[in-house]
């Protein structure tokens, strides 16, 4: 009987040690996202646009920023959009090199890029945006620009601080696409 206690503890002892273990894999984060609420933007700007009110307005940190170059900042997701305005002042010249300028950022992306979906949408005050999603790990997941075609530009592009996947992301990321839209949907020029 001594002999049989013996034997199944160095069987289980053994058994314990099977190199057939698998761990299991990593889960996602849980997201909880606020209810999509907005606010209206100080009229000391050139636009005027609605935004979350889950955001705050900040001063554009980059090293040539302009004095309307500005980012909706969204601290509990660590989001900005950040917006950069040109003025055109009716110089169809300028109007050409902004939106090349544009297109040219956005092209930067198609080394991580998979896919590039690129939406031309009408906004209700008549002009036009361009709305670019970019899929893949890519630093930006959204990009925008509209123009009225004669005295402003206006271009946006969603980042975030972090360095969570970006298929992580997608719930936050479908989040914020809502609130950029609704941005543009509800934009104009002073």
């Not at 314990?16 to 209206?40: A, F």
């Not at 110089?91 to 690129?118: C, G, W």
């Amino acid at each position: 009987m001594k002999y049989w206690i013996v034997i199944v503890s160095i069987l289980t002892l053994v058994s314990c040690g099977s190199s057939d273990y698998m761990p299991k894999p990593m889960g996602y984060n849980r997201i909880d996202l606020p209810s999509h609420d907005y606010q209206t933007l100080a009229d000391t700007f050139p636009y005027w646009f609605e935004y979350s009110s889950h955001a705050k307005i900040v001063k554009d940190s980059s090293w040539i920023s302009e004095r309307y170059w500005i980012d909706v900042y969204y601290p509990e997701l660590d989001a900005t959009i950040q917006l950069t305005y040109k003025p055109i002042k009716n110089q169809d010249q300028l109007m050409q090199e902004y939106y090349s300028d544009s297109y040219k950022l956005t092209a930067q992306h198609n080394v991580k890029a998979y896919a590039i979906e690129e939406k031309v949408l009408q906004l209700p005050n008549g002009d036009y945006a361009s709305f670019t999603e970019l899929e893949g790990e890519v630093p930006t997941q959204l990009q925008f620009h509209v123009s009225d075609s004669s005295m402003h530009f206006l271009r946006g592009a969603l980042y975030f601080k972090t360095a969570t996947k970006n298929d992580s992301l997608a719930p936050v990321i479908r989040w914020m696409k809502e609130d950029a839209l609704h941005l543009l949907e509800t934009l104009k020029w002073e």
